[in-house]
């Protein structure tokens, strides 16, 4: 992986977060949304400008791509450096969580 684009990523954005994390599976904008909202409870909202600019970018950069047009929506999945970028930040979120409660600081 590019120390750029890891950089760039590592640590996420909230909005960035969710968007990767719902790419597990193919999906659109649309549905990201709701899947965000559903997952925290309507405490955490990706605007359609925050959305569509991020899934963009991470096109760009490799992290997403295109699935398919269903219905005049554009799905989209993580690609394997997407996936890499995923794991690294929920390592950095782990630790983050563990040393809070007195865990582990080597990690």
């Known amino acids: 992986m590019e120390d750029k684009i890891r950089r760039i990523y590592v640590p996420m954005t909230e909005s960035g977060f969710y968007i990767l994390f719902c790419l597990q599976e193919p999906q659109h904008g649309y549905g990201?949304?709701?899947q965000v909202k559903k997952l925290t409870g309507g405490e955490v909202s990706i605007s359609a400008g925050t959305?569509?600019?991020?899934?963009?970018?991470?096109?760009?950069?490799?992290?997403?791509?295109?699935?398919?047009?269903?219905?005049k929506r554009k799905l989209y999945q993580i690609t394997?450096?997407?996936?890499?970028?995923?794991?690294?930040?929920?390592?950095?979120i782990e630790r983050l969580y563990r040393n809070s409660k007195g865990g582990d600081y080597n990690d």
Do not use: A, P, V
Not at 51 to 71: A, H, N, P, Q
Not at 80 to 92: A, K, N, P, Q, V
């Open 32 to 34: 990201i949304s709701q």
């Open 80 to 92: 394997d450096l997407g996936r890499e970028i995923l794991s690294l930040e929920i390592r950095r």
């Open 51 to 71: 959305m569509y600019g991020t899934l963009s970018k991470m096109e760009k950069d490799g992290l997403i791509r295109f699935y398919r047009e269903e219905e």
